[in-house]
């Protein structure tokens, strides 16, 4: 049986099994919102403009001109390929697709766009986008795949049947989401397999070929040490970070949230619970983002308990310091916060980890019901996102000021939109407390290639991916024994 | 069985008594001994924040005990006296009463239990609330079957006839008969109200971090379950023996206090 399970078998009809945390719940780019339907929706549809390494917005299925301030004139670029149901892309899609958008009530992505005025057919390969009102970032926006307009005219169902023009084409949708790839065929399975510790037996057996984040970090190390799996990391740019409400009497203070931040050894967490290429974070956008190139980079708050208790005292806080932290239930969430508490109590700050699900934490977030809380920005690639964290007329639901943190000087930066600037004064200021940039990773088997885990956790590399036809034996044969 | 299931209590009590002595410390987090193994440092390994798994398996006993004992004695106190007046008073009171209990019962009591706690929030007092609203139920269905056949009975006619009130009734002359049942079905409830407890705290629901609570622990337990596999056997196989050994003594004293097993 060893030597069996041993022997090389060719297989002819290559299938590359992707196990996911969390399946996509809606594969229509105009109400996707959770990042397995945005990862899959990037294969599937193509957008207008991309994204490049440093995040600056780039010509994808189309070239842009700035006619006039509040005009942008978008050309196709010639050589695109055509949607799976064989018609052919044109600007009139483009005009549906938006068009859809600013029609439907219900997406969640209509307010991006409320500030476009007009959608003009130019010809069959150029549009015109007419804005209310000047916007530089406006390219940056148009990243919603493009959908066939005969298909939008007869109300096509997307969310569940998605047809575009990307690298892999919809098969089907039952039990696993089957995608094929157009150039040659390769068929990608992707299976939602949520427990952790299931999805790496999984890989370890041969199911599966190809595992990506939701992981602990010892996990991760398990399979960095198994002989037929190739684990892969990278830095990452999702931003973690611990929010504080400016609203609450003790955190209005800058030496109390000065203090909370030298109160944390983000070195230890790093070093110890984290994954590898876990960076130390000190603003939302990562220092490889267009907008930090010429900032110098800020000095992260180093570990300084002492002077953290000395900022306290200074501040006149009677210690210990209660503060109440509100996290979710998620096991590395806990696990972090139990480590802070910990840290933050040899700064004379006693802090009260507050647990609850996921509806109920968030609601509170959203709401300002908090004096501390954890969360993690994800996917984050323009610059704006500084006045919408922390612009003082971005509260929610106008914005994602949670901590309702108004400052004057702040908000004159982000007109002038002087981005080193207002970083270095956030940096200042401490409306968040940065954490970290938590690292990425992909584990393979070693009969799997050509691929390899993003900064933001996106799988485009599904369009490239290979598989060579000999089958994993070992860990097979190991398992079988 | 019944020196097995004493032995394995007096082994758990014992251990929360021997523990205080050494003053180990459940929360001291050592992010250097992360997921030891058995040692002679850790002589049951350490968790995923380098915790002594010893000194918070102590500390999760003494969890599960407070908790199950302080929601037996409310919840039994709240059931006996709706079972009693349901039973006495018999009719419309007995109808409405039952009625309510009936709502109750047609919850699975550990869900119930956990929409209550993901509405009130994780904590001790919510978590002993959460199991409290559930929890009545068993013992005023007992109490008030038992208190119909004992209503009839001719002690209680005759105290009623003396002119004895309602309350001296219940507590002098039928309360004391139901004694024994109730404590077969308090032992019972001791081990299901552990479990609960365990069950929200696995959920995180429960006991808030960084307390130990068993259920928690088991929950990250599974999660390393392939890189450190004694996590959550010590764990869970604290928690299965306690269970049993529970059980176990509830089934020793009902054979022994129930007249028709006695040799």
Redesign the interface.
Known sequence: MVLFAGCSQQNNDIETNFAISQAPLNLDPRYATDAASERVNRLIYQPLVDFDAASKPVPALANWALISSTQYQFTLQPNRAKFHHQAALTALDVKETYDSILRLKDSPHSAEFANIKKITLINKESILFELKQADNHFPSKLIIGILPADLLANNHDFSQHPIGSGALKFVDWDSKLVLERVKDSHIINLTEIKD??VR??KLLRGEVDLIQGDL?P??V??LQNQPEINVKTTVGANFSYLGLNMQDATLQNIKVRQAIAYAIDRE??I???MVQNTLIASAILPPKHYTNMSNNQLKPYEYNPEKAKQLLHEAGIKLPLKLIYKTS?D?QR??F???L??QMAKAGIDLQ?????WG?FFADVKKGNFQLFGLTWVGIKTPEIYAKAFGSSSFPPNGFNRGRYTDKALDSLLAKEDWPAATARIHQQLPYIPLWYEGQFAAMGKDTSNYAPKADGNWDDLAIITKSATKRSATIMHYAN | MKKFAISILVFWVLAVIVGKLFHLDPNQIDLNSILAPINTDYWLGTDDLGRDILARVLAGIQVSFFVAIIVTLITMVIGVLIGLFAGFYGGKVDAILMKITDIFLAFPGILLAIAFAAVLGAGLSNLILALCITGWVSYARLTRGQTLSLRNRQHVIAAESLGASVPRILIKHILPLLGSILMVEATYSLASVMIAEASLSFLGLGIQVPNASWGAMLRDGVRYMLVAPHYVLVVGLSLMSLILAVNLGGDCLRDKLDVRSEK
């Open positions: 952790p510790t790496v037996l602990p010892e996990l190390k398990h230890a967490i070093r110890h619970v239930t096991a806990l696990r916060a139990a480590i508490q910990a980890i507050k647990s609850l699900d109920t």
